[in-house]
Protein backbone atom coordinates (compact mmCIF):
# COMPACT_ATOMS: atom_id res chain seq x y z
CA UNK A 1 0.00 0.00 0.00
CA UNK A 2 0.90 3.44 -1.25
CA UNK A 3 0.46 6.67 0.99
CA UNK A 4 1.25 10.23 0.19
CA UNK A 5 1.11 13.04 2.55
CA UNK A 6 1.25 16.79 0.96
CA UNK A 7 2.43 19.56 2.96
CA UNK A 8 4.03 23.33 2.12
CA UNK A 9 0.90 25.17 1.50
CA UNK A 10 0.02 28.32 2.49
CA UNK A 11 -1.62 31.96 2.10
CA UNK A 12 1.00 34.11 -0.53
CA UNK A 13 1.00 37.49 -2.17
CA UNK A 14 1.50 37.41 -5.81
CA UNK A 15 5.00 37.05 -6.85
CA UNK A 16 5.70 34.83 -3.97
CA UNK A 17 7.23 31.24 -3.66
CA UNK A 18 6.28 27.81 -2.26
CA UNK A 19 7.96 24.95 -2.41
CA UNK A 20 5.10 21.69 -1.84
CA UNK A 21 6.36 18.45 -0.92
CA UNK A 22 5.05 14.95 -0.77
CA UNK A 23 6.26 12.09 1.28
CA UNK A 24 5.54 8.70 0.40
CA UNK A 25 5.36 5.78 2.23
CA UNK A 26 5.22 1.99 1.26
CA UNK A 27 7.33 0.18 -0.86
CA UNK A 28 9.05 0.87 -4.27
CA UNK A 29 8.98 4.38 -4.36
CA UNK A 30 11.34 5.24 -6.81
CA UNK A 31 9.75 2.77 -9.27
CA UNK A 32 6.53 5.35 -9.10
CA UNK A 33 5.73 8.36 -11.41
CA UNK A 34 4.46 11.31 -8.81
CA UNK A 35 2.16 13.63 -10.68
CA UNK A 36 1.21 16.67 -9.36
CA UNK A 37 -2.55 18.36 -10.07
CA UNK A 38 -4.89 20.86 -8.75
CA UNK A 39 -8.57 21.47 -8.35
CA UNK A 40 -9.35 25.41 -7.94
CA UNK A 41 -13.27 25.90 -6.55
CA UNK A 42 -15.82 25.03 -9.23
CA UNK A 43 -13.12 23.68 -11.93
CA UNK A 44 -11.94 19.61 -12.53
CA UNK A 45 -8.93 18.41 -11.43
CA UNK A 46 -5.86 19.41 -13.75
CA UNK A 47 -2.33 17.89 -14.20
CA UNK A 48 0.72 20.39 -13.22
CA UNK A 49 3.34 18.37 -13.43
CA UNK A 50 4.88 14.87 -12.95
CA UNK A 51 8.21 13.06 -12.42
CA UNK A 52 8.76 9.62 -13.09
CA UNK A 53 11.25 7.11 -11.44
CA UNK A 54 14.16 8.11 -13.98
CA UNK A 55 13.79 11.78 -12.99
CA UNK A 56 12.13 12.79 -16.56
CA UNK A 57 9.65 15.34 -15.90
CA UNK A 58 6.49 16.60 -18.23
CA UNK A 59 4.58 19.90 -16.79
CA UNK A 60 1.49 21.24 -18.32
CA UNK A 61 1.41 24.65 -20.16
CA UNK A 62 0.21 26.99 -17.96
CA UNK A 63 3.04 26.69 -14.86
CA UNK A 64 5.78 26.10 -17.09
CA UNK A 65 8.70 27.93 -16.68
CA UNK A 66 7.68 28.58 -13.17
CA UNK A 67 7.05 25.35 -11.28
CA UNK A 68 9.59 23.20 -11.02
CA UNK A 69 9.07 19.13 -10.14
CA UNK A 70 12.01 17.20 -8.37
CA UNK A 71 12.30 13.83 -6.28
CA UNK A 72 14.56 12.85 -3.44
CA UNK A 73 14.83 9.13 -3.33
CA UNK A 74 17.27 9.09 -0.29
CA UNK A 75 13.71 10.75 0.93
CA UNK A 76 11.35 9.36 -0.15
CA UNK A 77 9.89 12.83 -0.98
CA UNK A 78 8.60 15.05 -4.28
CA UNK A 79 8.88 18.20 -4.54
CA UNK A 80 7.19 21.09 -6.71
CA UNK A 81 8.39 24.50 -6.53
CA UNK A 82 6.25 27.14 -7.25
CA UNK A 83 8.09 30.40 -7.83
CA UNK A 84 5.96 33.85 -9.85
CA UNK A 85 2.70 33.06 -8.05
CA UNK A 86 -0.29 34.40 -9.52
CA UNK A 87 -3.82 34.72 -8.32
CA UNK A 88 -4.63 31.61 -10.97
CA UNK A 89 -2.67 29.46 -8.78
CA UNK A 90 -5.10 29.10 -6.41
CA UNK A 91 -5.82 25.69 -5.86
CA UNK A 92 -5.83 22.50 -3.74
CA UNK A 93 -2.93 20.81 -4.85
CA UNK A 94 -2.79 17.41 -5.03
CA UNK A 95 0.14 14.83 -5.61
CA UNK A 96 -0.49 11.18 -7.10
CA UNK A 97 1.58 7.94 -8.16
CA UNK A 98 1.39 5.48 -10.39
CA UNK A 99 4.30 2.29 -10.53
CA UNK A 100 5.61 2.65 -13.68
CA UNK A 101 3.06 5.15 -15.00
CA UNK A 102 3.66 7.15 -18.48
CA UNK A 103 5.47 10.88 -17.36
CA UNK A 104 3.29 12.20 -19.84
CA UNK A 105 -0.06 11.01 -18.80
CA UNK A 106 -1.66 14.00 -17.64
CA UNK A 107 -5.18 12.02 -16.73
CA UNK A 108 -6.01 11.51 -13.16
CA UNK A 109 -7.02 7.54 -14.13
CA UNK A 110 -3.39 7.04 -14.83
CA UNK A 111 -2.15 7.53 -11.29
CA UNK A 112 -3.31 4.55 -8.09
CA UNK A 113 -2.78 6.67 -5.26
CA UNK A 114 -3.46 10.48 -4.02
CA UNK A 115 -2.55 12.70 -1.32
CA UNK A 116 -5.33 14.57 0.69
CA UNK A 117 -4.32 17.81 -1.05
CA UNK A 118 -2.80 21.09 0.51
CA UNK A 119 -4.39 24.44 -0.04
CA UNK A 120 -2.34 27.15 -1.97
CA UNK A 121 -4.10 30.28 -1.81
CA UNK A 122 -2.41 33.69 -3.71
CA UNK A 123 -3.71 36.88 -3.43
CA UNK A 124 -3.30 39.94 -5.74
Known amino acids: QVQLVESGGGLVQAGASLRLSCAYS????????TGWFRQAPGKEREFVAA???????YYADSPKGRFTISRDNAKNTVYLQMNSLEPEDTAVYYC??????????????????WGQGTQVTVSS
Open 51 to 57: INWGSVT
Open 96 to 113: SAGQYGRVTNTETTGYDY
Open 26 to 33: GRSFSTYT
